[in-house]
T-cell receptor, first 118, second 117 residues
Framework: AQKITQTQPGMFVQEKEAVTLDCTYD???????LFWYKQPSSGEMIFLIY??????QNATEGRYSLNFQKARKSANLVISASQLGDSAMYFC???????????????FGGGTRLMVKP | GAVVSQHPSRVICKSGTSVKIECRSL??????MFWYRQFPKKSLMLMAT?????????EQGVEKDKFLINHASLTLSTLTVTSAHPEDSSFYIC?????????????FGPGTRLTVT
């Protein structure tokens, strides 16, 4: 079974609007971490945001916020005020185990290609 | 933040030759590094986990003799693709385990695009 599922292979958003990228995950481990990465056409993986399974509040980093719904096992990324430079592939990833296992392997979703329209 | 470099960024080689890709943590020591492979328009697939001073742990389906990993120091891991074939053409990305006091946990290199002709 897929551990990380991103159901939107591609999405369009109008510049300056908000967009939500979906991510659902599957784990039986009570401790885990969820990550979002941006991959522009250059190929580099850019870390965006992190949510720990025991974090009480949704993570936010500037224009990025993570809508963490633990019971539904979803960790959607919300990008507010989209910019043309946001056009890229976006990957959701999960690390199973607690942060003492920081650096345990990451499992990636299939990715969502976001295209921002001017 | 922590920086991870990869060299080369692009390489073209002939079928049957071997290619070495380096992954370096520039400003921190990395006891663990990870090697990923990414096909066009696909996700990252973990190939192996590289631990300094010990043998790499390979994921199921990854040929150990074909993809040789050496983590000889706390700042360098190398991936050697031996007897490369066109189907080995891919984007190879490494990441390094970050110092414990960050939430990033893994820092990614910029990737190496391998083309085997």
């Amino acid at each position: 079974a897929q551990k990380i599922t991103q159901t939107q292979p591609g999405m369009f958003v109008q510049e300056k609007e908000a967009v939500t990228l979906d991510c659902t995950y599957d784990t039986s481990d009570p401790s885990y971490g969820l990550f979002w990465y941006k991959q522009p056409s250059s190929g580099e993986m850019i870390f965006l945001i992190y949510q720990g399974s025991y974090d009480q509040q949704n993570a936010t980093e500037g224009r990025y916020s993570l809508n963490f719904q633990k019971a539904r096992k979803s960790a959607n990324l919300v990008i507010s005020a989209s910019q043309l430079g946001d056009s890229a592939m976006y990957f959701c990833a999960m690390r199973e185990g607690n942060s003492n296992n920081a650096g345990n392997m990451l499992t990636f979703g299939g990715g969502t290609r976001l295209m921002v329209k001017p | 933040g922590a920086v991870v470099s990869q060299h080369p960024s692009r390489v073209i080689c002939k079928s049957g030759t071997s290619v070495k890709i380096e992954c370096r943590s520039l400003d921190f020591q990395a006891t663990t590094m990870f090697w990923y492979r990414q096909f066009p328009k696909k996700s990252l697939m973990l190939m192996a986990t590289s631990n300094e001073g010990s043998k790499a742990t390979y994921e199921q389906g990854v040929e150990k003799d074909k993809f040789l990993i050496n983590h000889a120091s706390l700042t360098l891991s190398t991936l050697t693709v031996t007897s490369a074939h066109p189907e080995d053409s891919s984007f190879y990305i490494c990441s390094a385990r970050a110092p414990r006091d960050t939430s990033y946990e893994q820092y990614f290199g910029p990737g190496t695009r391998l083309t085997v002709t």
